[in-house]
Each structure stands twice: as C-alpha cells, then as structure tokens.
C-alpha cells in the first residue's frame, strides 16, 4: 500500500500487520534487536477539538502500554521493548508474535478441541496471576488481546488499558473511567467499583466460556439490556451448550463467573488448577469438527432467517436430523405429541378428519400446533409426505433446554408460521360458506354512541 511509511522513527517499515480505527501495526526492524518487531503507531490529528482530546486519551493508553508492559516478562505475555511520544505521533514497540487472535475460535464452525482450549486458557491464567504479582490488572481481556499460534504458545496483548494497582487510583494516568469491552467486563467493573486480579479472571471465563460453546454466556439487543444480564442473570449451563464437556467444566465456569468476589476464583493459579483437574477427566483428545453442511442448508431458508448464527448452530445441537420417503405419516391428528418439524426439502400434506387442508414446502415448519397449543398438546393436522423428505425434528424437552434467545426465536417464527397458515385456510374456506352479513359502514371510536340506562 502506498500509504505505507518507508520508516518510523530507527525503524525500517517491512509491512502492515494490521490496522484498527486508532492505530496501525507494522512489522518492523532495527539494528538494535536482532529479530523483527511489531510497531504499534498512532499519527495524532489536532484539527479538530474532538479528535485532539480522543488523541489525548490515545497517549494515555499508550503511555499506559509501554510504561505498565515493559515490566512485565513472562512467556505467555507479549514484550513491550520502547514507547516513543512525539508532538504529532506515538508508537510502542513490542515483540512480534506470528499467532493469531483468538476471535477466530469463537464461532462454533471454527470451535477448538476442548484439551486446546483448556491449555490455552489454563496458560492465560498463570499470564494473568504473573501479572497481578507485578501489581498490573489488564482489565480488557477478550478474544481480540490473545494471540496463539499452531504449537499453542500463547501471548496476551494490549495492556493498554492496564491499572497499576500500586498507585493511588486518584493520581494514576492508567485508570480511565468506563474502559474494557462490555461484553467481557465484570459486574464490578460495569459498576465502577474498585477492581482487583479477579475481574481478570471474570473476562478469562467468560472467554473461556465462549471458546467452548461458540457464544456469550450474555448475550442482549441492547447494551442495558446486556449490563442487566451482566448484573443479575445466572449464565446458561455450559454442559447443556455442550453435552460433550465434563461435568467438572460446569463448576469451573460458574466459580470464574461468579458476580459475588468472596465466592469468585481468588487468583489465577487457582484457576488454573481447577482446569487442570478437568483436563485430566478428558480422556480422548480425537476430535471431529462440526459438519458445516447442515449449517448452510438451514442457513438459506427462510424460516431461519431470524435466527443468529449461534442460535442456528445451537437449533442443530438440539435437533435430528430426519429423512421419511413418500407417503410417510410423520404427526397423526389428536395425537398428544409435541414434537414438530421444519422442512428441509420435499412436500408435506396437512390434513383433517381426512380431507386435505395445505401443502407445505422446503422452509417452512409443520406440527407445530401440538407444541403452541399450551393446554391439550394435540396435534391439529395428520401430516404426511407426498415426496420424500428431509426435516429437522425438534422436540420440546430438547428445546426446553435450549437458550432464551433461540426459544424467542422459535416461538416468534412458529407464530407467524401458524398465522399466516390459518389465514389462507381461512381464504380457502371461504369459497364454500354463505354469504357474510352487510354492515351499515367501518365503525371509528368517534362515531361509537352511549347508551343510557
């Protein structure tokens, strides 16, 4: 690119690494360190008053980042070697590390095997109690600030937003109000309470969370919505998410996302102790990626259109996946039955009292009127396949356990399903009824006239 510096400071410019809205990483190299460097630089903009004091709080961070790090060594903690302040630009100058964010992992298409991640996070865990010993809390960790590379050597990055817990908090330039990533922030730090090594270890489980379910334990459509969760709600069982983890996992989760600090891990050996005794219940380490495939046949229909990927994948966990060839009887009228199904390729028939009533087609559900029927379960229509067919059979029980995101979701697209279902029977209907009575006109609230006693 051509925007790219030649050189920065002693530094010769070898490429970019990577480029975020407040500054851009370069591979870099000097003659005063034998291997290359990654150089973080910021150019600062004084021509507008706003900009100049976002870029003050920029130096801030950065001041924070080369003065807090650069005495922080350890193997699992990326190396801050000089931070340069100019008048019109600022840059630090770090250990380059080839690995990887760990964002890439938080997805359940790219979920690593549950041993991986337990030593990645268990390697975190030391990083973080290292560095509390020094006196540091990183206070933003998140998948974006740990890096990892094909061996699993580990780096934790950014400790731009650091605290220097040996400073009094009122003098201290590192401590900015309101920093860290919500979703990853603990309750005490939503709260702007006084914070210490185990809001780290809050965020740690958190990500570790994410990392083994491919989502948040809280997730909102809106920031109160998702501080309120935060503050209040209990995270969803791990082991529901994820049948295959042990069921120590659970209590490892729970402790590291405690909102109670008396009841949360006291430091991160403690931590990492628990994750060991869970590594050694894993006694398989073969594993099999998820089948990707499903996911993109549901993905295209229109009945999921609504749903998140990680509702999505979490609608597979809980589903089977069925095939029936033609003239099959999947649901019979009355039945007491509350399963139901969404069409994944073919044609059903619905029928009552054996007259044919709809036809359904590849995405779109069908029985799911036992399931919104909250009084008698019964199934309203005898369904069966014209064609052969592909579905997705969800049971209740498995759905009960599901998340509240994908059960709204479910009962908001089964809804509307339903509705517009029984409007074109309705439509269908009323080719044979007799005739509708005339009114005199559209009555308004206006025109509504009182009655007297």
Request: hydrophobic share 40%; net charge neutral; proline share 4%.
């Amino acid at each position: 690119m051509s925007d790219i510096p030649s050189q920065i400071g002693k530094y010769r410019i070898i490429r970019e690494l990577g480029r975020g809205a407040t500054a851009t990483v370069y591979l870099a190299e000097s003659s005063v360190y034998p291997e290359p460097v990654a150089l973080k630089y910021i150019r600062f903009d004084d021509k507008a008053k706003d900009e100049a004091k976002w870029n003050r709080r920029l130096l801030k961070l950065l001041k924070a980042e080369s003065n807090v790090a650069s005495r922080l060594k350890h193997p699992n903690i990326i190396r801050i070697f000089e931070g340069v302040v100019d008048e019109n630009e600022a840059y630090v100058v770090m250990e380059y590390f080839s690995g990887e964010s760990l964002e890439k992992f938080c997805t359940f298409a790219n979920l690593m095997p549950i041993h991986r991640t337990i030593g990645i996070v268990f390697k975190c865990c030391m990083a973080l109690d290292y560095a509390y010993r020094q006196g540091v809390i990183h206070r933003d960790i998140k998948p974006a600030n740990i890096m990892v590379d094909d061996k699993d050597n580990v780096k934790i990055t950014d400790f731009g937003l650091a605290m220097n817990i040996n400073k009094r908090v009122d003098s201290d330039s590192t401590f900015i109000m309101g920093v860290g990533s919500p979703a990853y922030m603990s309750p005490e730090q939503i709260k702007s309470y006084p914070l210490n090594q185990k809001t780290d270890l809050y965020s740690l489980g958190v990500l570790l969370f994410h990392l083994l379910t491919g989502r948040l334990p809280f997730r909102a459509k809106n920031p109160a919505q998702l501080i309120y969760k935060i503050i209040n709600a209990e995270p969803p069982s791990v082991c529901q998410l994820q049948p295959e983890l042990p069921e120590l996992m659970e209590k490892v989760i729970k402790k590291a996302l405690e909102k109670d600090l008396y009841s949360r891990y006291k430091n991160g050996a403690e931590f990492a102790k628990d994750l060991s005794a869970v590594r050694y219940k894993i006694v398989d380490d073969k594993f099999v990626p998820p089948d990707t495939s499903r996911f993109g046949a549901l993905r295209k229909m229109p009945f999921f259109t609504e749903f998140d990927d990680v509702e999505l994948w979490e609608v597979l966990r809980i589903s089977r996946w069925r095939v029936a060839e033609s003239n099959t009887t999947l649901f019979r009228e009355g039945d007491q039955d509350q399963r139901f199904g969404v069409l994944v390729e073919g044609q059903v028939e619905l029928a009552c009292t054996g007259k044919q009533i709809a036809c359904v087609d590849a995405g779109d559900a069908f029985g799911e009127t036992a399931y919104l029927d909250g009084l008698d379960h019964k199934h309203m229509f005898t369904v069966t396949s014209l064609t052969d067919v592909t579905y997705l059979e969800i049971n209740p029980a498995a759905l009960a356990l599901a998340t509240d995101e994908t059960l709204e979701a479910f009962r908001a697209r089964l809804t509307t399903s339903m509705t517009k279902r029984l409007a074109q029977m309705a439509v269908a209907v009323s080719g044979n009824a007799p005739a509708a009575a005339k009114g005199k006109g559209m009555a308004s609230g206006l025109d509504l006239q009182l009655l007297e006693d």
